[in-house]
């Protein structure tokens, strides 16, 4: 069975950094590009960001460019979210999502809490 496990969120003070890591299950990781998502509460679910399968392209949502920074390890089938100067309107949970690049089969994580207070 695949798995998607995040890690990393927590409770950080408006300026504050955290990295989050979604380790996976999966057989080929380097077959499928991954994306980071967050859902606040009475929001729908926003792309945050992504990476080819490669690790050659990346994209970022404009509310989170110039702060955070996606990679990727596929010796170790991880992806990560570098998150710096975060700010209250970061909260939310962070999910984190595979596609397969061949059928465009898609996993979900099951998300990590991230809160930016003071």
């Known amino acids: 069975q695949v798995q998607l496990v995040e890690s990393g969120g927590g409770l950080v003070e408006p300026g504050g950094s955290l990295t989050l890591s979604c380790a996976t299950s999966l057989f080929t990781f380097s077959n499928y590009d991954m994306s980071w998502y967050r859902q606040a509460p009475g929001k729908e679910r926003e792309l945050v960001a992504a990476i080819s399968n490669t690790g050659g392209s990346t994209n970022y949502a404009d509310s989170v460019k110039g702060r955070f920074t996606m990679s990727r390890d596929n010796a170790k089938n991880t992806v990560y979210l570098q998150m710096n100067r975060l700010k209250p309107e970061d909260t939310a949970v962070y999910y984190c999502?595979?596609?397969?690049?061949?059928?465009?089969?898609?996993?979900w994580g099951q998300g990590t809490q991230v809160t930016v207070s003071s």
């Open positions: 999502k595979a596609r397969w690049t061949n059928s465009g089969l898609v996993y």
